[in-house]
């Protein structure tokens, strides 16, 4: 069974950063991770996502070239680098583990899901 607990979410300015951690229990070396987030009002988007080997990424349109995932498997923990922050990132950041070893973007290929940590970007 595989457990993930979010941490480091919080209220930033506009412009700052944010280092979100996923802590996972149970086998999750060769599982693909990702972030996916949840505004207010909205569905839950995919955010990025990270192979199994850590060699491989991808990113949503809307935060590549800010955020950056990565992962080390020796400590189970998932990350997620956050920069130039914005207020349109103000959402609920979710940490998701697939069995599938490879990336995906798709909320329906993940198998397990953290319960959430709260970003809030003010302006």
């Known amino acids: 069974q595989v457990q993930l607990v979010e941490s480091g979410g919080g209220l930033v300015q506009a412009g700052g950063s944010l280092r979100l951690s996923c802590a996972a229990s149970?086998?999750?070396?060769?599982?693909?991770m990702g972030w996916f987030r949840q505004a207010p009002g909205k569905e839950r988007e995919f955010v990025a996502t990270i192979i199994w080997s850590g060699t491989i990424t991808h990113y949503a349109d809307s935060v590549k070239g800010r955020f950056t995932i990565s992962r080390d498997n020796a400590k189970k923990t998932l990350y997620l680098q956050m920069s130039s922050l914005k207020p349109e990132d103000t959402a609920v950041y979710y940490c998701?583990?697939?069995?599938?070893?490879?990336?995906?973007?798709?909320?329906?290929?993940?198998?397990?899901w953290g319960q959430g940590t709260q970003v809030t970007v003010s302006s």
């Open positions: 998701a583990a697939a069995r599938s070893g490879y990336w995906r973007s798709d909320l329906g290929g993940y198998e397990y």
């Open positions: 149970g086998r999750v070396s060769s599982y693909a």
